[in-house]
Each structure stands twice: as C-alpha cells, then as structure tokens.
DNA sequence: TATGAATGAGCTTTCATTCAT
DNA sequence: TATGAATGAAAGCTCATTCAT
C-alpha cells in the first residue's frame, strides 16, 4: 500500500504539480480513503519527501560505487557520473521531474536534507575534476566548481525536454554530451578563430 | 501602480512560489486592498504571464540583434548568446527564477504563447551551430539540437545556483561555459586518455 | 442618458437576471464609466424601480380609461382588461419579464408601492366581474377575487412563454383566452360529462 | 444530513432567493460548517437542481398515473391535472416557489433537463384537450397548445398568491378553476352580449 | 457632467487534516 | 487496517459604491 501510494503520488505530482493535487484526487486513483492515506502517511508532503529520498539515495549508491572503483581513471569517472545522472533522469522521467521540480514544497528540515545530498553529488563531480586537474588529464585552469555546475547543469536540464522514443537513445545523448565537454565543438584546425 | 503589483509579485511570487503567494499578501505588501489589485489586473495568473512576457521578450530583443550582426562570425554569435542568457538570468534574479520555476502556472493559452517564444530562443541556437558547421568553424558531426539543449541547460542552470557577489562576475562565469563549451576540459597533451 | 441606462438595463436585466448583472456590464454596453452611472442614478435598484413604475403605471393610466369608459359594459371592460394585459406584455416583452421576474429585488419600500399599484390592477378586475354578476352578465356563484387571481395568472403567465413571430398574434391570443373565460371550453351539447 | 440540507436550502432560497442566500447562511441554520455542505454537495446550484428534480418528478409520476387510468374520460383527466397541480402547489409552497422562481439559476445542462420535463407537463395537457376535442367532449376549434398554456399560467401563478389558511381550501379554488375553464363565465341566459 | 482609482465586505469553493468508529 | 463525516482556515475573485478631480 504504502508504495502503491508513492507510485501513484509519483505520477500524479508529475502531471499536475505536488500544491495541485489534493489527497482526494490521490485516493480516488486508488480507490481507497483519505483515512487510509493518512494511516500511511503523517502529510503530503511526507509522500514527497520519500520520493526525494528514493531519488537521491539511488543516485548516491551509484555514485559510490563509481568513486570507489580503483579501477577508473578520472576521465573515467566522470564520463561515469555523467552517464549516471542520464541514466537516472531518462528512464524515471517522473521521478526525476518531481525530484527537480517540487524540491520547494519540502519542509525546511526534509529540504536541507535533500540538498546536503544533492551537494554530496556535486562534490563528487568537483572532486573527479579536481584529481583530473591535478594529474593532467584535465586542463589546469579549470575552476572545477563552476565547472561541476556547467556539467549539471547541461544533464539535470534534460529532465525539461528529453522525450522517450524520440531521435537518439539515453545513450547516445550521454555520449555526445560527454564529447562537448571533454573535446568541446571547435573544429580542431581552427581552434580560436 | 500596474508596475508596482508586477515587481511585488516577482519578489513575492521568487521567494514563496506562485501557488504560495495569496493575494492577501501582495496587497498587504504593497498596501493596498485587494480590490485594487483586481482593478488592474484580472488574476493573478496575468501577472504571471506579464512577468514572462517582460522576460522573454527582452531576451527575443538581445538575440534579434545578434543574429542580424553581419559582422559577427558564427563563433561570434554563439559567444554572444551565451553571454546574453547569463546576462539576463544574473542581474534580474528575481524574474528569471520566476520564469523558470513557475513556467507551468501559466494557463494554456499563455503557456503555448511562452513556449513557442522560448523555442524561438533555442532555434537561434541551433541555427548558430548548423551555420558553424557548415562553414567549418564547429565540428561537423555534431547534433545541433542536442547539443543546443546542452548549452541552454548548463547556462540555464545558473538561475538555480548564482548568488550576486560570490567569487566570480557573471562575465567570468559565461566566459569560463564558453571556454568548456569551445574547447573542452581536457588536456591537449593528454587526448582521449 | 437617463432613458438610455433605463433602456440598456432592461435589455440586461432580462437577459442575465438583476443580480447577475454587474454596474460595470451596465457602463461598458453604454460606454461610459461607473461613475456616470452613479451621477444619474444613486443605486441599481433605482433603476430597477423605473422600470417597475414605467410598466405599471403605464398599465394603471390604460386601465383608468376602460374603468372609466361609460358606453363599455362590463363584459366589454373585461375584454378590454385582459386585451390590455396582453398588449403590454407581448409588445414590451422585455420590461413585462424584468417586472414579474425582478420585482423581489426591490427595497421594501419600492416593493410597497408597486404592490399596492398591482393590487389596483387586480381590483379593477373584481370589480368589473362583481358588476358584472349584479347586472346578471357574468354568473352569480363565481368568487370574484379568486377568478380575477384566475385570468390574471393565464395572462399573464404569458410573460414566460410568448414568442414575437410565433403562430399567433398577440391578439389573436388575447380572443382565444377570452373566449376560453367566458364560454368554457366545453362543448355545448356535452355539458357535464 | 444531505436531506436536512435540502430542507434548510428549500426554506432559504423561499425566503430570500436563491442568488442572495450564502452558503455562510446556510450552514448557520444548520449549525454546521462550510465543509460540511461541500462534503455532501459539490456546489449551490447542485442542490437547487436536487429541489428542482424532487419537485418535477413527484408531478410527473402522478400524472402518468392520471394519463394511464383508463376508466378516466378525457374531462376527468383534465379536471385530474388540474387538481394535481393545486395539490402540489398548496401543500409544498416553498418548493413551489423554489421550482417556479429560481428555475434561471440552474446551470444550463440542468436547465434543459428540467425543461424537458416540464414541457412533458404541458404535453400531457395538450393531449387530452386533442384527444377529449376529436371525442367531441371540448370545443373543435381550440388551438389545444394556447389553451394548455392558459390553463397553466391560471393555475401555476398561484403560486404567487395562495396563502395557507385562506379564505378557501386548496381543493375549492381548484373547483372554482375547473369551473371556470370547463364552463366559462358568462351567465348562460345572457350569451354574446 | 463625467471620470476612474480605490475600497472593503462578501462570495463560493478548496483542502489538508482529524477522529470516532 | 480502514472508513468517511466533519472541520476550519484560507483561497481567488466580485462588485456596488464612493470620492477627489
């Protein structure tokens, strides 16, 4: 039951917002009672806060095991936290339109907990580019805390327009994403004009 | 009194959210009755929509310049864009979180209006990319419009995370996506490691 | 201009109803402001209240002259009653519908006074059938108050109904329903069954 | 509870009209809250068309009733609709007035059905002024449509006068109707003049 | 004569939440 | 576990009316 009503909250937050949907409208999809809902769940926005939590956590599992992987390069990695946030936003469009779009309607205490996590992920993105600078695989002048931003910011706002079924796999557009960012799109014999 | 509502309702509409913002409080903010909000506007939707407007329009203005600039070179050009969408994202915070946050507020009829303004913007985009290629400034195997929408995500971003009077200027920032976007983060010396 | 918002706001109370209709439908159909409106007339009620006293009066001054008509016999001053009836709801449909239907909507006092003018009317009525049945026109058993309530009622009823261009004329009408009030609509040869 | 609600709506809307009586008003009566009335019905007019349906559809089972006994003559079945409607004018008043006054507040879908319904009224009435017309019981030259709606209007418009307690029975004055409608007015010696 | 900005009280409706069962 | 009646606060909006100009 208990997921039922997170899956169900998922998708209709989705399509009309989390203020937008009331708990009458979330318990007629069920076919239950408002009673039933608040036997679950102390509010709403408890709802909301699981599917924040269901969110991140997954995120921060993958992520752990990519920065703990011995294995990988810095290069490496990053292409590997790159594809991750793809990976997350393209399959659980949802999920992830939830998770960025109604981060405002936790309460303070839930939304300074998502948002240590969600810095725990930028850090991550920080650190590989800082290792990268140090061991020249990475250009030396970046500043890896804007960077880290830009790289975010180019995947998270995927969530906006990426359309399953459209022109190019989830794969693909990590792929090409990965590309600007590593080589950019100067034509090499041209650099600078 | 009409331009007064609007730039409360920006401020207010910023910090708690459009759905969150009652009336009540905007009148009380500006001290005035609610009759008189009413007198000028017919909901508070239309505000919603005139803060768009404003934006966006102005956006369309900046970039109409810049495309009709024959002396500008397509590298140029899309120099030019990227500084524009910081330029307007970073001095007028305010309305440009309200533009992005509360896009989905609008009533159908506004948001199509919106939406087809905003594609409009990403079309300049793609435009300056496909003439690029053409000419032998960018890369020939890139996807315009994937690689549009990258750009416009990791300049776009920034309404989520610049804070005015942090480490750097707004320019340096847009000059530090260019140089990503132009050239990459890698290591020249150290390619495709 | 006086006459101009009697004549909008009949065309208006009958369409919407007077509680439906807002002093700013008024102004706009006129084009002018509120503040015109409220320089002619001091309430809507007010305006409401002419069209009250204009049709009842009106009603009031026709009605005086067939009471006072001496070559008229009472049958003939019945016939003319209820012709007037007619002649005043079919051609002025409009303000005949505003008078039955808004008259709840206005002030006591006003409502007072339009009262005791409709009772006229409906006096007028008993009278000529109390006359009537003395001189031995009209049949003697009748209760003379509860008729009048009777031919009121199938007239004016018409308020509801009629349609300028339907089958009939309002004339042809008015005979039908006197003949209908003073032979029956029994067949003769059939009485009683 | 849904009927106390109906109950209290009925006496109000009698009283004061449907548009001028608030749900704050209602629920005052009732000794409940708002919610509580927007639990049981989902706006006002919800319950005016409750009344509405109660009204019409109590008439309209007891005519069927009359238009299928088929020891009943055409006369007698006239004479049967007529009293019907006085017996459900008399008794039920405040729904009377109700149905007869705020029938333009229903909304328009709510509207077409109830017309519906009462023009299955008058169609009953037109059918046995045709039918007792081709028996020979009325008059061949009525046009039955006008007269159906004078009898009507004779009848339905005291709704307007008829005060409990009166000088007559509810049944008498129905008499005195059938009467006059079957009969006429004029004093059988005395015709034509 | 006419304007139009401003008022303020009131309206219908929504909704998260509670709680006795 | 689940129900569903009831709450009460607040929301967006309407509107007749006023009044300085």
Redesign the interface.
């Known amino acids: 039951m208990k997921e039922q009503i997170i899956a169900t909250c998922t998708q209709l937050f989705e399509q009309k917002?989390f203020?937008?949907t009331s708990i009458q409208e979330i318990v007629e999809e069920l076919g239950v009672t408002k009673g039933t809902f608040y036997y679950y769940f102390s509010s709403k926005e408890q709802v909301l806060m699981m599917i924040h939590t269901k969110y991140i956590d997954h995120l921060l599992l993958q992520q752990a095991e990519i920065m703990q992987n011995k294995q990988l390069?810095n290069?490496d990695k990053l292409r590997a936290l790159i594809r991750m946030l793809f990976m997350n936003i393209i399959p659980n469009g949802d999920q992830a339109r939830v998770f960025f779009?109604e981060f405002?309607h936790l309460k303070d205490e839930h939304m300074k907990e998502v948002r240590a996590k969600r810095n725990q992920v930028r850090h991550a993105f920080e650190n590989v580019?800082r290792e990268g600078m140090d061991s020249?695989?990475?250009?030396?002048d970046?500043?890896p805390d804007?960077?880290s931003?830009?790289?975010?910011?180019?995947?998270?706002?995927?969530y906006q327009?990426f359309q399953p079924g459209g022109?190019?796999l989830d794969t693909e557009?990590a792929d090409?994403?990965i590309n600007?960012?590593?080589?950019?799109?100067?034509?090499e014999?041209?650099?600078g004009?």
Do not use: D, V
Not at 136 to 140: T, Y
Not at 150 to 157: E, F, H, Q, S, T
Not at 180 to 187: K, P, R, S
């Open positions: 917002g203020r937008e390069t290069k779009r405002r580019l020249g695989a990475f250009k030396n970046l500043e804007i960077i931003l830009g790289i975010l910011g180019a995947c998270n706002w995927s327009w022109k190019y557009i090409m994403f600007m960012i590593y080589t950019g799109i100067e034509q014999a041209n650099k004009g």
